[in-house]
C-alpha cells in the first residue's frame, strides 16, 4: 500500500478566498500561554513538507518555520496569556487567540479552515477540520508556527524560571515538571484552573 499523501490544497480550493488556516498549541499544559497562528499560503509558492507539527522532528519544525514566514501571503502568532486563560478558561482563551491571529493577518482572510471541531467566533467565515493539521497545508502552516513560537517563548521562560524544565517539558505534565512542582511550589506561569496546580497553590 502506498503511503498516505500529506496535507494539500484541496479544502482551501473549495473555500472562497482568501483562505487561512488556523491552528493552536499549548491547550493541554500545566503553564505557559496557549498560543494559535494563522497562516494564507499561495499553493504555488508553499514550502514543500508541511505536515501536522507533532509529525516533524524539532528540527524540520523549525525550518518550515522560516519557509513559512518566507512564502506565504500573510501569517500572525498570537497568544493568550495564562492570566486570560484563568479569567476565561482554556476554550475560551484558545479562540481569544485564534481571533488575534485572524485579525493580525496582513491581508485580511474571507474563510478560515480551524483545526478540530470547535466553532470559535473569528472575523471571517469558518470550516472546522477534524485532525486538519493532517489534511489542510494552511493549517499545518499554521500549526508549526504555533508550535515552535510557543516552544521558543517557554525556553525563555525556563531561563526566567529556572528550575521547572520548562526548556525540556514546554510546561506539559512530565516527572521532572511533577518533582519540581513539589520541591519549588507553582510559578507565576502556572495555570491556576488546572486541578495539580491549584491544589499545590491552595497549599501555599
Same mark, same amino acid.
Given at each position: 500500500? &502506498?503511503? !498516505?499523501?500529506?496535507?494539500?490544497?484541496?479544502?482551501? +480550493?473549495?473555500?472562497?478566498?482568501?483562505?487561512?488556516?488556523?491552528?493552536?498549541?499549548? =491547550?493541554?499544559?500545566?503553564?505557559?500561554?496557549?498560543?494559535?497562528?494563522?497562516?494564507?499560503? %499561495?499553493?504555488? *509558492?508553499? &514550502?514543500?513538507?508541511?505536515?501536522?507539527?507533532?509529525?516533524?522532528?524539532?528540527?524540520? =519544525?523549525?525550518?518550515?518555520?522560516?519557509?513559512?514566514?518566507?512564502? +506565504?501571503?500573510?501569517?500572525?502568532? +498570537?497568544?493568550?496569556?495564562?492570566?486570560?486563560?484563568?479569567?476565561?478558561?482554556?476554550?475560551?482563551? *484558545?479562540?481569544?487567540?485564534? @481571533?488575534? !491571529?485572524?485579525?493580525?493577518?496582513?491581508?485580511? +482572510?474571507?474563510?478560515?479552515?480551524?483545526?478540530?471541531?470547535? @466553532?470559535? =467566533?473569528? &472575523?471571517?467565515?469558518?470550516? *472546522?477540520?477534524?485532525?486538519? %493539521?493532517?489534511?489542510?497545508?494552511?493549517?499545518?502552516?499554521?500549526?508549526?508556527?504555533?508550535?515552535?513560537? =510557543?516552544?521558543?517563548?517557554?525556553?525563555?521562560?525556563? !531561563?526566567?524560571?529556572?528550575?521547572?524544565?520548562?526548556?525540556?517539558?514546554?510546561?506539559?505534565?512530565?516527572?521532572?515538571?511533577?518533582?519540581?512542582?513539589? @520541591?519549588?511550589?507553582?510559578?507565576?506561569?502556572? @495555570?491556576?484552573?488546572?486541578?495539580?496546580?491549584?491544589?499545590?497553590? %491552595?497549599?501555599?
Amino acid at each position: 500500500m &502506498p503511503p !498516505a499523501a500529506g496535507p494539500d490544497f484541496l479544502l482551501e +480550493a473549495a473555500c472562497p478566498g482568501p483562505v487561512c488556516g488556523v491552528d493552536e498549541a499549548g =491547550r493541554g499544559p500545566w503553564a505557559g500561554p496557549v498560543c494559535a497562528a494563522a497562516v494564507i499560503l %499561495d499553493p504555488d *509558492t508553499a &514550502p514543500a513538507g508541511l505536515n501536522d507539527s507533532k509529525k516533524l522532528t524539532a528540527l524540520k =519544525r523549525e525550518a518550515l518555520e522560516g519557509e513559512i514566514k518566507l512564502r +506565504a501571503t500573510a501569517w500572525c502568532v +498570537a497568544f493568550a496569556s495564562v492570566d486570560e486563560i484563568a479569567e476565561l478558561n482554556i476554550l475560551q482563551a *484558545t479562540g481569544l487567540a485564534m @481571533r488575534r !491571529a485572524v485579525e493580525g493577518l496582513a491581508t485580511p +482572510a474571507a474563510f478560515a479552515l480551524v483545526d478540530g471541531n470547535y @466553532r470559535f =467566533r473569528l &472575523p471571517c467565515e469558518i470550516k *472546522t477540520v477534524v485532525k486538519g %493539521d493532517s489534511i489542510s497545508a494552511s493549517i499545518a502552516a499554521a500549526s508549526i508556527l504555533a508550535k515552535t513560537a =510557543r516552544d521558543r517563548l517557554m525556553v525563555e521562560m525556563d !531561563a526566567l524560571y529556572p528550575g521547572y524544565g520548562f526548556a525540556a517539558h514546554k510546561g506539559y505534565h512530565a516527572p521532572i515538571h511533577v518533582e519540581a512542582l513539589q @520541591r519549588l511550589g507553582p510559578s507565576p506561569i502556572h @495555570r491556576r484552573g488546572w486541578s495539580p496546580i491549584r491544589d499545590l497553590f %491552595d497549599e501555599a
